[in-house]
């Protein structure tokens, strides 16, 4: 329960407890000094706020079986089954309750205590139970591409954020409020080595919790040499072709001709044909092409020449 004390103040409506709501079956005593209310749903924990007037009152919860909660004058209590204290800048007394039995609960006011003026009460909320799974194949191979299949407990407000973490490297792979779904995602370039998705759970906007729902070992992908490199002439025209490399999705396109000119290319994604103008009868070159995963190193390089056009007579 996210129950927060910290000597005579708390905070009870913390992401795993839901909205309070004033409990309308709250019965007041015809003697006056007690209210009482009753519990009649299974709770792994119920959060109380019973507010005074014009100060936090000074109450005990009383329930079925002789259960007894009492807050402190000051201070918290803090025990395996309960917590409670008094938050007098609030005017409110707060009481956390493990598992509250079933059945009719009674506030009584002790002596000196200000007045009640409302009981409220907030359910913790369920176990978000976020789960994932990459498959044992998936997990083991160095694919570029990997599915991640996850289910939760759909909760109204709630966000879940898988996010890949490893050494240098922290990458949003999708985002959900769904109950269950599949997300397809390339690894982040970056060092080997053991990576974790891990789930960042927020409720109604505030960080809730964060849970590790899977783990693959993750290797750089090593392109192979670009094959089919074409170096041609085209008018005056050096047009410049290759093939695509599994895995790459970066090519280094080098050109070095003898007039002196040095160009360097980038082409992303799919290959596509490099051009270069100007290009006299007499020039020649060589064009270096290589491929690369994104932010990790190149591949061998392939090469061709470019030869001087030959003059007919």
Same mark, same amino acid.
């Given at each position: ?14 992401? @795993?407890? /839901? ?20 519990? @009649?749903?299974? @709770?792994?924990? *119920? ?14 919860? &009383? ?48 002596? /000196?205590?200000?007045?009640? &003026? ?8 369920? @176990?978000?139970?976020?789960? /994932? ?18 289910? *939760? ?96 999705? #970066? ?5 070095? *001709? ?7 290319? #980038? ?7 490099? &051009? #270069? ?10 064009? *270096? ?25």
């Amino acid at each position: 329960v996210a129950a927060i004390i910290s000597r005579t103040t708390v905070m009870a409506d913390g992401c @795993d407890v /839901g909205p309070w709501r004033t409990i309308q079956a709250v019965r007041a005593a015809a003697a006056g000094g007690q209210r009482s209310f009753d519990v @009649d749903t299974d @709770d792994a924990a *119920l959060a109380v706020a019973v507010d005074g007037d014009g100060d936090a009152p000074k109450v005990t919860l &009383k329930g079925p079986g002789g259960r007894t909660v009492e807050a402190p004058d000051s201070g918290a209590l803090r025990t395996d089954t309960a917590i409670a204290a008094r938050a007098p800048s609030q005017d409110v007394t707060y009481f956390v309750l493990a598992k509250p039995e079933k059945g009719t609960w009674t506030v009584e006011e002790r002596p /000196g205590s200000a007045g009640v &003026k409302r009981v409220r009460e907030a359910h913790t909320r369920p @176990d978000p139970n976020v789960q /994932g799974d990459l498959g044992t194949q998936a997990a083991r191979s160095s694919s570029a591409t990997k599915v991640l299949r996850y289910s *939760l407990h759909k909760l109204a407000g709630q966000k879940v954020t898988f996010r890949e973490i490893g050494k240098h490297v922290d990458h949003v792979i999708g985002t959900t409020k769904a109950a269950s779904g599949r997300i397809r995602f390339t690894p982040a370039p970056g060092p080997s080595g053991k990576r974790r998705i891990v789930a960042f759970i927020e409720q109604n906007g505030l960080p809730r919790d964060q849970v590790a729902v899977a783990t693959f070992r993750y290797r750089p992908v090593k392109p192979k040499r670009p094959r089919h490199l074409r170096v041609k002439r085209k008018g005056h025209k050096l047009v410049v072709t290759f093939g695509r490399v599994r895995g790459a999705d #970066l090519y280094n396109v080098s050109v070095q *001709l003898s007039d002196g000119r040095k160009r360097f290319f #980038l082409v992303r994604g799919r290959p596509r044909p490099v &051009k #270069l103008g100007n290009l006299a009868a007499r020039t020649r070159g060589t064009v *270096l092409v290589s491929a690369q995963h994104r932010g990790e190193r190149r591949g061998p390089v392939a090469r061709a020449k470019l030869k001087a056009k030959r003059h007919r007579h």
